[in-house]
C-alpha cells in the first residue's frame, strides 16, 4: 500500500500495511489515528499494561511498534489518548480475529497459512450471467443449532467447518447454486444478525477462526457450491471502543446530524479517501484472502441518499466511492459477483462505471418482492383489479439485472413468513406458496430465498432459534420442499430459465390480458429449449382455456404443484396439448386446457414442422396492433 493511495481512497489492500503482522522478529501492529496524543499496545503478551508506545511515522497519523514478545492468538487492544487528557482502548480497526463477544479485544492471526484446494472453481466461476443462479440465504447461527446442556456454550453454535459440512451437501440436494451468509464480520450484538459491524476485517468469532471460515468456503467450492459474503458499508455500531470517536475525532463517521442512520448506528464518512480505503479494502480482504465468489453489499439506498431519503439528496461522496471500489474490485476481480440491496429507482446501478453506472452485477429487485407478495395476500375474487400488479414488472425489468429476493427480512419483525403471507386457510396457504415460486423460478432474473422457506415456515426467524425442522414430518410440509426442489432442478437444467435473463428474446407474453380470469400465460425461451407458464390466480377452474400460440407444437406438461405427488388435489391425466388450426384472436394457432383453481403448470415446447399451407395464417395489420396494444410482441425474433 503507498500512503497516498490510501489517504485519496484508492487503496485495496490496507490489510497488509495495517493491523498485527506476524514478522521474524515478533508482531508489527500498525494503526491510523492522525488526532490522537499518544497510543499504546496493550495485550497478553505485556499484562495488559502500559509502557509499549507507539510511533509516529513522521506526521503521518500512522503509529507502528514492533513486540518481539507477541504470539500469533494473542488478544491486544490500542490504548488511545485523546485530547482532554482521556483515553479508550480500542478494537483495531484492521484486527484479523476477535475474542468471543460480550469480549471486546483483538486477537493475532496469521490469515496466509490456510492453503486453499479450489482452484479448478476459481478457474470456472463467473458471474453467472447467462448461468443459472439460485441462492440459499442463510444465518450462520441458526440454520441448525446444537442441542447443548452447556452454561458455557448455550448457543449452540456450529463452528464455520462443521457448518459446511452439512449445509453444503443439503444446498446441493436442493438444487441451490449458491449459498449467502448474513454478514459474518464480527459484531457485538446477536440482534443485529451482523448488521451493526465492529470489525471490518475480522470474522466473527461466534463459529471459529479466519481459517475455519477459510476451510468453509473450500469446502463449499469443493462441493461446486458458490459462496456469497453479505456486507454492510454504509454503516457501523456506535459502541465506543470500536470506530466511533476513534482518535478523539469523528474520524470514520460524519460529525455533523446526518453522522447517525435510522438504526441509530453511525454512517460512514464517503468523504475521507481513509474511510474509503478501510471499506473497499475490507472487500477485497474477504475476495482475496477467502475466496468469497461475491459480495452482497447491504443498505445501498441509504449511501445513494443521504439518511436513504431522496428528498434529502443524492449523496455525491457515496457515488463516487461506490464506483470507485466497484471498478477496483471489477479489475481485482474479474469473476466475483457485486449485488446490491437497494430499493431505490436510481438509474443505472449496474451499468458500468464508464457507462456512467454504479458498476453493481446485481440489483435486487424490492419493487417485484414487494408487489409479488402484496398481490397474494389478496383475496383471489379482488385480484382482477390489481391484475397487473403482476405483470408491471415486465415493463421496467430490462432496466438492470435484476435478482429477485424473498429475504430474511421478510420473514422478521412482524410481517409473518412467506407462507403466512398467502391468502387462505392452511390447505390453500400451500397452493398459493407453490404457484408464488413457479412465478418467481420462471419470471426472468436470478432467485434468492431465505432459510427455511423451502420448507413452509409459520414461525417468523429468530436467531436465537434453530430452523424448525420437525415440519417436514408433516406430508404438506414434505411434500412443499419437494415441490421446491424439483422447481429448483428443472430452473437449474434448463437454458429457456436463465441463459437469456437480461435479453428480451428470452421472454414474451402469450396472455396479458385476462384480468377478469386472473390467469397468465407466458413463454421462456433460450435457443431450442422452450417452456410455457400457466398461472390461475383465481379460485375458478377453467375447463376448455384457450390461449394463442404463432408455431405449431405440442406442450408436455413437466411440473405443477396441484398434482397430488405435492400433496395436491389434481389427479388428471398429463396429456400432452397439440395445437389447433383454428387461430386465437391475433395468433394462428391455439391451445386448449385445463387449468386448476389457483394453481400453476409448467410445459415444455416441442415444436412441430410448419404446414405448407403456413401462409394461410398470415397476420394482417390489425392483428399486430390487437396484440401490441396488450403487450405481445409477435414480431420479435423466437
Known amino acids: 500500500m503507498k500512503y497516498h493511495q490510501f489517504y485519496t481512497g484508492e487503496a485495496f489492500d490496507a490489510y497488509d500495511f495495517f493491523g498485527a503482522h506476524l514478522t521474524d522478529q515478533g508482531v508489527l501492529f500498525r494503526v491510523y489515528a492522525p488526532a490522537a496524543q499518544k497510543i499504546e499496545v496493550i495485550g497478553e503478551f505485556n499484562g495488559w499494561q502500559s509502557g509499549s508506545v507507539m510511533v509516529q511515522d513522521g506526521l503521518s497519523g500512522i503509529y507502528e511498534l514492533l513486540i518481539p514478545e507477541a504470539e500469533e492468538g494473542q488478544m491486544y487492544k490500542y490504548r488511545i489518548h485523546k485530547e482532554g487528557g482521556y483515553y479508550t482502548d480500542h478494537f483495531d480497526p484492521y484486527s484479523f480475529g476477535s475474542e468471543l463477544r460480550p469480549g471486546t479485544a483483538s486477537r493475532i492471526v496469521d490469515t496466509e497459512s490456510y492453503h486453499f484446494e479450489d482452484q479448478k472453481w476459481m478457474d470456472q466461476r463467473s458471474k453467472n450471467y447467462d448461468r443459472p443462479l439460485n441462492i440459499y440465504e442463510v444465518h450462520a447461527g441458526s440454520w441448525r443449532k446444537k442441542e447443548t446442556g452447556d452454561e458455557d456454550d448455550p448457543a449452540g453454535w456450529y463452528s464455520y467447518d462443521e457448518l459446511a459440512d452439512m449445509l453444503a451437501p443439503y444446498v446441493r440436494e436442493m438444487g441451490y447454486t449458491h449459498v449467502e451468509f448474513l454478514p459474518l464480520t464480527e459484531h457485538p450484538s446477536d440482534q443485529s444478525w451482523g448488521y451493526q459491524v465492529s470489525g471490518y476485517f475480522c470474522p466473527t468469532s461466534r463459529y471459529g477462526t479466519a481459517v475455519q471460515l477459510m476451510k468453509m468456503v473450500d469446502t463449499f467450492h469443493r462441493e461446486g457450491i458458490g459462496v456469497i459474503l453479505d456486507f454492510v458499508p454504509v454503516h457501523f455500531v456506535i459502541n465506543d471502543y470500536v470506530l466511533k470517536n476513534f482518535d478523539g475525532t469523528a474520524l470514520y463517521e460524519y460529525d455533523s446530524d446526518t453522522g447517525y442512520s435510522e438504526w441509530g448506528t453511525c454512517n460512514f464518512n464517503y468523504y475521507r479517501g481513509e474511510v474509503r480505503s478501510l471499506l473497499q479494502s475490507s472487500a477485497d480482504f474477504f475476495l482475496t484472502r477467502f475466496h468469497f465468489d461475491g459480495i452482497r453489499m447491504d443498505a445501498i439506498s441509504n449511501a445513494i441518499y443521504w439518511q436513504g431519503n431522496a428528498e434529502r439528496g443524492v449523496n455525491e461522496g457515496a457515488l463516487e466511492f461506490i464506483k470507485c471500489m466497484n471498478a477496483g474490485l471489477q479489475k481485482r476481480h474479474p469473476t466475483a459477483m457485486l449485488i446490491a440491496e437497494d430499493s431505490t429507482n436510481y438509474p443505472g446501478v449496474t451499468h458500468p462505471v464508464e457507462d456512467g453506472g454504479l458498476g453493481f452485477d446485481y440489483k435486487w429487485d424490492m419493487g417485484w418482492m414487494n408487489d409479488t407478495l402484496d398481490y397474494f395476500r389478496i383475496h383471489p375474487n379482488d385480484r382482477k383489479y390489481h391484475y397487473n400488479d403482476i405483470s408491471f414488472s415486465m415493463m421496467?425489468?430490462?432496466?438492470?439485472?435484476?435478482?429477485?429476493?424473498?429475504?430474511?427480512?421478510?420473514?422478521?419483525?412482524?410481517?409473518?413468513?412467506?407462507?403466512?403471507?398467502?391468502?387462505?386457510?392452511?390447505?390453500?396457504?400451500?397452493?398459493?406458496?407453490?404457484?408464488?415460486?413457479?412465478?418467481?423460478?420462471?419470471?426472468?432474473?436470478?432467485?434468492?430465498?431465505?432459510?427455511?422457506?423451502?420448507?413452509?415456515?409459520?414461525?417468523?426467524?429468530?436467531?436465537?432459534?434453530?430452523?424448525?425442522?420437525?415440519?417436514?414430518?408433516?406430508?404438506?410440509?414434505?411434500?412443499?420442499?419437494?415441490?421446491?426442489?424439483?422447481?429448483?432442478?428443472?430452473?437449474?437444467?434448463?437454458?429457456?430459465?436463465?441463459?437469456?435473463?437480461?435479453?428480451?428474446?428470452?421472454?414474451?407474453?402469450?396472455?396479458?390480458?385476462?384480468?377478469?380470469?386472473?390467469?397468465?400465460?407466458?413463454?421462456?425461451?433460450?435457443?431450442?429449449?422452450?417452456?410455457?407458464?400457466?398461472?390461475?390466480?383465481?379460485q375458478e377452474q377453467y375447463n376448455g382455456y384457450e390461449f394463442g400460440y404463432d408455431k405449431r407444437a405440442v406442450l408436455h406438461e413437466v411440473i405443477s404443484g396441484e398434482r397430488v405427488e405435492y400433496d395436491g388435489y389434481y389427479d388428471g391425466p398429463k396429456t400432452d396439448l397439440v395445437t389447433n388450426r383454428k387461430g386465437y384472436k391475433w395468433w394462428p394457432y391455439s391451445f386448449v386446457l385445463t387449468i386448476p383453481a389457483l394453481a400453476s403448470i409448467i410445459y415444455r415446447v416441442e415444436m412441430l414442422p410448419e404446414e405448407k399451407q403456413g401462409s394461410s395464417h398470415h397476420l394482417d395489420e390489425a392483428s399486430l396492433k390487437q396484440a401490441e396494444k396488450a403487450g405481445v410482441s409477435l414480431t420479435q425474433k423466437i
Open 396 to 538: 421496467y425489468y430490462y432496466n438492470e439485472r435484476y435478482l429477485l429476493p424473498f429475504s430474511h427480512d421478510e420473514v422478521v419483525h412482524g410481517k409473518a413468513t412467506i407462507l403466512q403471507k398467502m391468502w387462505g386457510e392452511y390447505d390453500v396457504k400451500f397452493q398459493q406458496a407453490k404457484t408464488l415460486y413457479t412465478y418467481m423460478y420462471t419470471h426472468p432474473g436470478k432467485k434468492l430465498s431465505f432459510m427455511g422457506n423451502e420448507i413452509g415456515h409459520f414461525r417468523e426467524w429468530d436467531e436465537k432459534k434453530e430452523c424448525d425442522w420437525f415440519l417436514l414430518e408433516y406430508p404438506k410440509h414434505d411434500a412443499f420442499r419437494k415441490f421446491l426442489k424439483d422447481l429448483h432442478s428443472l430452473y437449474v437444467e434448463e437454458p429457456a430459465f436463465w441463459q437469456d435473463d437480461y435479453r428480451p428474446e428470452g421472454f414474451r407474453w402469450l396472455e396479458v390480458d385476462a384480468a377478469k380470469e386472473r390467469v397468465y400465460i407466458y413463454e421462456r425461451m433460450a435457443a431450442d429449449s422452450r417452456y410455457i407458464v400457466v398461472l390461475n390466480m383465481s
